[in-house]
């Protein structure tokens, strides 16, 4: 059974951490590339960071572009984002997802595997 599960989410103020992880299991991890996107009530979703699994290649949106920080421990098939400087409009849900797509602005559009999301909710 695929199963990526997501943790780490929660309320912080404005300028704040947090640290998601997401434990993928049930699909051969070198395979695919690893990301996450986020979806907030009225807003189109949007593709935040990826990374491969093979070469560690990494992708950002702009909108988070040295605030945030992806990375992967390939022994635990676990892929972790760091989100420093949280802004009020980095709320969201966000999901972690498998896809074999390219590593780049387009990755979360072609999607294998997702999970069931953690809210991020920041305060201003």
């Known amino acids: 059974e695929v199963q990526l599960v997501e943790s780490g989410g929660g309320l912080v103020q404005a300028g704040g951490s947090l640290r998601l992880s997401c434990a993928a299991s049930?699909?051969?991890?070198?395979?695919?590339?690893i990301g996450w996107f986020r979806q907030a009530p009225g807003k189109e979703r949007e593709g935040v960071s990826c990374i491969s699994s093979s070469d560690g290649s990494t992708y950002y949106a702009d909108s988070v572009k040295g605030r945030f920080t992806i990375s992967s421990d390939n022994a635990k098939n676990t892929v972790y984002l760091q989100m420093n400087s949280l802004k009020p409009e980095d709320t969201a849900v966000y999901y972690c997802?498998?896809?074999?797509?390219?590593?780049?602005?387009?990755?979360?559009?072609?999607?294998?595997?997702w999970g069931q999301g953690t809210q991020v909710t920041v305060s201003s």
């Open positions: 997802a498998a896809t074999r797509q390219e590593v780049g602005s387009s990755w979360y559009l072609g999607l294998g595997y």
């Open positions: 049930g699909f051969t991890f070198d395979d695919y590339a």
